[in-house]
């Protein structure tokens, strides 16, 4: 309980960053990839920012964040805003939760679906829904 009689906030996972997880030679590529694409809309930017973390993240921390579902950790959050904003994507409040919502989990969802991943992911929860 916090001091004010609340609830206390779940713990966050320590996942990492797509920072942490991406190598020189990666960085090379999704630079490249971001400079040579036009503008993309909200949805296709929290896909990329998803699909690099998921095809980077060990099965574990894939597992953890789909467990999490439809949160996502505070510091991945940020991460993915600062990715839309130097894309040139307006970030502010409505803009927000077109970004957020797809990076949280179809990325996780499509790399699952893509490389036909099924043992040891949980499956996806009923409550999602696209917006």
Avoid: C
């Amino acid at each position: 309980m916090s001091h004010l009689g609340t609830p206390a906030a779940p713990p966050t996972p320590d996942l990492p960053r797509l920072r942490e997880l991406t190598d020189d030679r990666q960085k090379w590529s999704d630079n490249e990839e971001d400079a040579n694409t036009g503008a993309l809309t909200a949805e296709e930017i929290g896909h990329r920012y998803g699909r690099r973390w998921a095809m980077r993240a060990d099965p574990a921390d894939r597992s953890t964040m789909l467990a999490l579902r439809p949160r996502m950790p505070r510091h991945l959050d940020a991460e993915l805003l600062r990715y839309a904003n130097d894309l040139g994507f307006d970030t502010w409040e409505d803009e927000q939760q077109k970004v957020r919502h797809p990076g949280r989990r179809l990325g996780v969802d499509r790399r699952r679906a893509v490389t036909g991943l099924s043992a040891g992911w949980p499956a996806p929860r009923s409550s999602f829904s696209a917006r």
